[in-house]
C-alpha cells in the first residue's frame, strides 16, 4: 500500500518535520512494511538524502514560476497532481499550520493541498487531513482553498478551536484533535544542563522578517536581548533555541548584543527532538515558534509565548495560561521576564497542570489514530492505552463528531 503524506517538508522547519514523525510513526505501527509511504513535497532531493524515503514532488518541476507564467505553472500542477495520485492507494496531510492566511499565499501551499483534495476526490482516493491549523486571516481566495479542503476530504480535523471555527465556514465543523507532535514519543534524554547555581530557562529566537517588515528586526532583536539581560539580573542563565534552521542567524545576533558568555548561550538544536533534549533541566520556556511552545508542553516546561499570530495563545488556552500569551511585536520585556521568573518559582506545580491536559489530548490522538487506521484499512496494533480516566471517547471532543460529520 502506498500512502502520499503531502506537506511543506524538507525545509529545516522542526515542526513540520516533527509532524511528519508522528504519521511516518502511525503507519510503521499500524501497518508495518506493508505501508509503503510516499512525502509529496517540493524539496523531495532533501527528504530523500534526510530520510531515505521516498520522495516525489508535488508539483511540476518543470514549469517556470516567474511573473505572468506563474499562472501557466499552477495549470501544469494539475495534470502532475493526477498522475501522482494516481499511483498511491491514499494521501494524508500531516497536521502543521499549511492552511494558515497570514505572509503565505493562497496560490502556494494553501492551493496545492486544495488541488490534492480535488483530485483526490475525482480519483476516489482517501484524502485525510489531520490535526490541521487554520486561521482567518487571509483573504477571499484563501478562504477558497480553505472551503475546498473542507469538502473534499474524507476526513478532516483541526487541531485547536479557532482552526475549527476558520474550517467550519466550508463545511460542517470539524472535531478538534491536538497537535500531531503532541502524540509522539518523547525523546530519550540527551546532554541536558548539569546541575548549577542558578536555574536555567530557554528563550527561543526566530528569523523575524519571515513574517513582518525587515525594517522591524533590530527591534525584536533588541527587545529579545533586554528581555535576556532582565532573566540574567534575576537570577537565572539563559539558552537561545531556535525552532528553524533558518533562525540560526539570528540567535547569534541576539547573543552578540548581551555579552554575557558566562550566563547566556546559544544551544545548537536540529529537530524539535534535539530542543526538547536541552528543555530537560529548563524551569521555564520563552517561546516563539509554534512547535517550540509544543516542545515544552511536552517536556512539561512552564512556557510563556511571543507569538506572531493567534495560534500560540489557542495553544496555551488548552495547556497553559493565556495570560502568558504576548504578541512579538509588541512584548515588554520586563514584562515578559517577571511572568517567566514567576513561572520559574512555580516550575514544579505548573509541570503537574501540563502533565493532565497533555494525557487528555494524547487521549484525543489515540482515538484520532484508530480512525485513521481504519480509514486506510490497516489492521496493525492501537495506540498504547492512556490512564483509563481519559480514554472515555464520549468526553473527547474527536469523539463528539461521527466521521460522517466530517465527509461530504
Not at 464520549?394 to 460529520?405: I, M, Q, R, S
Request: glycine share 10%; charged share 25%; aromatic share 4%.
Amino acid at each position: 500500500m502506498r500512502v502520499g503524506l503531502l506537506g511543506q517538508f524538507g525545509y529545516c522547519n522542526f515542526g513540520n518535520e516533527a509532524s511528519l514523525d508522528a504519521v511516518l510513526d502511525l503507519l510503521h505501527r499500524h501497518g508495518g512494511p506493508a505501508v509503503r509511504p510516499v512525502v509529496l513535497t517540493d524539496a523531495p532531493d532533501h527528504v530523500r538524502a534526510e530520510r531515505g524515503i521516498e520522495a516525489v514532488p508535488a508539483s511540476d518541476r518543470s514549469a517556470v514560476r516567474t511573473g505572468w507564467r506563474r499562472v501557466a505553472a499552477k495549470l501544469a500542477d494539475i495534470p502532475h497532481a493526477w498522475r501522482v495520485v494516481g499511483g498511491l492507494d491514499a494521501v494524508v496531510v500531516p497536521g502543521t499550520g499549511i492552511l494558515e492566511g497570514h505572509a503565505v499565499s493562497p496560490f502556494g501551499p494553501p492551493f496545492q493541498i486544495a488541488l490534492y483534495g480535488v483530485v483526490a476526490r475525482v480519483r476516489r482516493r482517501p484524502y485525510l487531513v489531520l490535526s490541521v491549523g487554520a486561521d482567518r486571516r487571509g483573504g477571499r481566495a484563501h478562504r477558497l482553498m480553505q472551503r475546498t479542503v473542507a469538502r473534499t476530504a474524507t476526513y478532516l480535523s483541526a487541531r485547536d478551536a479557532g482552526s475549527a471555527d476558520a474550517l467550519a465556514a466550508g463545511a460542517r465543523r470539524p472535531p478538534e484533535v491536538p497537535d500531531l507532535v503532541l502524540g509522539l514519543p518523547l525523546p530519550e534524554p540527551g546532554d541536558g544542563p548539569g546541575p548549577g547555581d542558578r536555574p536555567l530557562v530557554a528563550v527561543g529566537v526566530v528569523r523575524y522578517d519571515w513574517y513582518a517588515p525587515a525594517d522591524e528586526r533590530d527591534d525584536y532583536a533588541d527587545r529579545t536581548a533586554r528581555l535576556t539581560r532582565e532573566l540574567v539580573r534575576g537570577g537565572v542563565d539563559v539558552v537561545l533555541v531556535v525552532g528553524d534552521g533558518a533562525d540560526d542567524s539570528t540567535a547569534q545576533d541576539v547573543a552578540a548584543r548581551i555579552d554575557a558568555p558566562d550566563h547566556v548561550h546559544v544551544a545548537a538544536v536540529g529537530s524539535v527532538a534535539e530542543l526538547e533534549r536541552r528543555l530537560v533541566g529548563c524551569r521555564a520556556m520563552v517561546a516563539v515558534r509554534y512547535h517550540n511552545l509544543v516542545g515544552a508542553i511536552r517536556t512539561r516546561v512552564p512556557v510563556v509565548s511571543l507569538g506572531y499570530g493567534p495560534k500560540q495563545r489557542w495553544l496555551l488556552e488548552r495547556f497553559g495560561d493565556p495570560g502568558r500569551a504576548h504578541d512579538v511585536r509588541r512584548f515588554d520585556p520586563q514584562v515578559v521576564a517577571r511572568q517567566v521568573l514567576a513561572a520559574v518559582a512555580d516550575a514544579d506545580a505548573d509541570g503537574v497542570r501540563t502533565a493532565r491536559a497533555l494525557a487528555a489530548a494524547q487521549a484525543t490522538l489515540a482515538v484520532q489514530e484508530r480512525r485513521v487506521a481504519a480509514l486506510l484499512g490497516l489492521a496493525g496494533p492501537v495506540a498504547p492505552a492512556l490512564d483509563a480516566e481519559v480514554l472515555d471517547a464520549e468526553d473527547l471532543d474527536v469523539g463528539a463528531a461521527p466521521l460522517a460529520e466530517v465527509t461530504e
